[in-house]
């Protein structure tokens, strides 16, 4: 079996697909995309694709090394991001052509159903309340909400309290059943995080997610050490390499992309790392089906799963939604929050192709909002 042809598929609303065929007729697909870059991944899958062609797809490892490891510039988002993509595709060939789902391969299911949470939406403390709720009424048990829009680095009196209140808000919307966690996009600085996340701990969030940069990575102990509510952080981490440092200073959730990270052969490798740190693993996800289906591949089998994002129906999806690129809607139904593992072969769904390029011929130019602050500093999106 050998690769023939790589194909991208650049549809909206922001995503990016590719499509790995081989000489026997059979396919795999994987979603390489960084959002608001979609066009320059685009053009790194097609030059890692020269590698690929005429490439036994099943051998998975040796080709992972192949596209990490054979040129002198290594990772980052970008080519990390490329990576995942095909990464994601060769393990769905390689299901296929044995006729068991991923999970199976990655040494079986440990778990018979993963529990998801939805991201909500609203400005004012009684709009995320509100969305909450009704997140909670449709089925899920589990939420998240961003911390606050743009934040100044070190938060005044009214900025602070709106945090706290938005926190106190959701929790008495939902209830002590249910969970909510709090993502602050790195808005803030460390001093900030230290003196506004234990604010919140009476609230009782599930985690509090990425509360300073990445590139703070190194200052993450001093927050870990300020708090007892759970840090998490990871969807700007690309490998094993750059989460260890985050897993050295505390952090008790791991969050790796899978169409970021180096796909599901990294982001397993990820997962056991921090299962050696005793932290937990809640893949990142606001992305398309197919990052997804392979999330969710890799949770069925991992033991320090905690919990999986997901967009499905989400209020920033404008043009498409996570559903409309399949052929089969019904294996991301959710059963009491949760979806219910299936056994379909490699990724285990099915794109509709004819949809997937009649989208591409339309396209998409999505951007990421650009934030400054009032003095005319950026801040985060």
């Known amino acids: 079996m050998k690769i023939t042809r790589v194909e991208t598929f650049l549809v909206p609303p922001r995503w990016l697909f590719c ?121 899920l048990t589990a939420v998240k909400i961003n911390a606050s829009g743009r934040a100044a680095p070190l938060p005044p009196p009214a900025q602070i309290d709106a945090i706290v209140r938005r926190a106190a808000t959701v929790r008495e919307a939902i209830g002590d059943e249910a969970d909510f966690a709090v993502d602050f996009h790195g808005r803030i600085t460390v001093p900030a995080a230290r003196r506004l996340i234990p604010l919140l701990e009476p609230y009782r969030p599930l985690f509090v997610e990425e509360p300073v940069l990445p590139e703070h990575t190194h200052r993450l102990a001093d927050v870990v050490a300020s708090t007892t509510t759970p840090i998490a952080c990871g969807e ?57 289906a392979a999330s969710l591949q890799v949770a069925f089998a991992t033991p320090n799963f905690l919990i999986q994002e997901q967009s499905i129906g989400i209020h920033y999806n404008d043009g498409a939604e996570v559903l409309d690129y399949l052929a089969d809607r019904s294996p991301f139904a959710f059963v009491d929050g949760s979806i219910e593992r299936w056994d379909a072969p490699g990724l285990g769904i099915e794109i509709d192709e004819d949809e997937v390029r009649r989208a591409d011929r339309i396209g998409h130019r999505w951007r990421p909002p650009v934030w400054r602050h009032p003095d005319g500093g950026h801040a985060e999106w």
């Not at 769905?92 to 529990?115: E, F, K, N, T, Y």
């Open 19 to 139: 499509r790995v065929e081989t000489d026997d007729g059979l396919v795999g697909w994987g979603e390489p995309v960084v959002e608001g870059r979609a066009d320059t991944t685009r053009a790194a899958v097609h030059e890692l694709a020269d590698l690929l062609l005429g490439a036994d797809p099943r051998r998975i490892e040796d080709l992972w090394q192949t596209m990490t490891k054979a040129a002198f510039y290594r990772g980052g988002p970008v080519l990390s991001s490329a990576v995942a993509g095909l990464d994601q595709a060769l393990w769905d060939i390689l299901g296929r052509s044995l006729g068991v789902p991923v999970h199976q391969l990655l040494g079986g299911a440990v778990r018979d159903r993963v529990r998801v949470y939805g991201w909500i939406g609203g400005d004012e403390p009684g709009e995320v309340g509100d969305e909450a709720a009704a997140q909670i009424a449709a089925g």
């Open 236 to 292: 700007r981490l690309f490998s094993r390499a750059e989460f260890l440092p985050a897993l050295q200073a505390g952090v008790a959730v791991v969050q790796p992309d899978l169409s970021h990270a180096g796909g599901i052969s990294e982001v397993r490798r990820i997962a056991s790392l921090a299962e050696v740190h005793g932290a937990l693993f809640a893949p990142h996800c606001p992305l398309g089906p197919l990052s997804l």
